[in-house]
T-cell receptor
Framework: QKEVEQDPGPLSVPEGAIVSLNCTYS??????FMWYRQYSRKGPELLMY????GNKEDGRFTAQVDKSSKYISLFIRDSQPSDSATYLC??????????????FGKGTKLTVNP | EAQVTQNPRYLITVTGKKLTVTCSQN?????MSWYRQDPGLGLRQIYY???????DKGDVPEGYKVSRKEKRNFPLILESPSPNQTSLYFC????????????FGSGTQLSVL
């Protein structure tokens, strides 16, 4: 089983839609959960950061972590064309090999159509 | 402006010709790392450094070298590049490690012919 699984999409939605992006993971030791946004030909930038379980809201973005199900989500409300990007989930902690590191999902490509 | 600067942005080379991709950050960050990004494989860590003179292997270190002689610089060295190292490379830095917010450079697109 892969440490982090993320549906690559692509996902295409109309402007104003609610977008749900998800990742599952296998290592129960992961404690820090992040979402990065990557525009085409740019480096990733941190969008949301959550420690352990729970919800975090920042404007139109909400991150949810369910450690019991090993499932994290990012919701985008009132999506805009400027939200069109690839969204990478990431989590950190102790891996199956015993080392401490950060693991990224493969990314979901989102297009918001005007 | 706080930033991570990578150079060059694009690089085309031939098999076996040594090359260096530079990375510099102006935020006095302790932690720096290198990633490669490939379609279908996502971001994979090559090497990271927790401080000056301290480096460690990531997931895919084969064929790469790094050094951390100064806090701000973390060059990636390919001693003998091969076509399977054709990829998009990112340098990143943070205050205290991978649990902190990572600042990424703009990337280096490398093609090895």
């Amino acid at each position: 089983q892969k440490e982090v699984e993320q549906d690559p999409g692509p996902l295409s939605v109309p402007e104003g839609a609610i977008v749900s992006l998800n990742c599952t993971y296998s290592n129960s030791a992961f404690q820090y959960f992040m979402w990065y946004r990557q525009y085409s030909r740019k480096g990733p930038e941190l969008l949301m950061y959550t420690y352990s379980s729970g919800n975090k809201e920042d404007g139109r973005f909400t991150a949810q972590v369910d450690k019991s199900s090993k499932y994290i989500s990012l919701f985008i409300r009132d999506s805009q064309p400027s939200d069109s990007a690839t969204y990478l989930c990431a989590m950190s902690g102790i891996t199956q090999g015993g080392s401490e590191k950060l693991v990224f999902g493969k990314g979901t490509k989102l297009t918001v159509n005007p | 402006e706080a930033q991570v600067t990578q150079n060059p942005r694009y690089l085309i080379t031939v098999t076996g010709k040594k090359l260096t991709v530079t990375c510099s950050q102006n935020m006095n960050h302790e932690y720096m790392s290198w990633y490669r990004q490939d379609p279908g494989l996502g971001l994979r860590q090559i090497y990271y450094s927790m401080n000056v003179e301290v480096t460690d292997k990531g997931d895919v270190p084969e064929g790469y070298k790094v050094s951390r002689k100064e806090k701000r610089n973390f060059p990636l060295i390919l001693e003998s590049p091969s076509p399977n190292q054709t990829s998009l490379y990112f340098c990143a830095s943070s205050w205290g490690g991978f649990n902190e917010k990572l600042f990424f450079g703009s990337g280096t697109q490398l093609s090895v012919l």
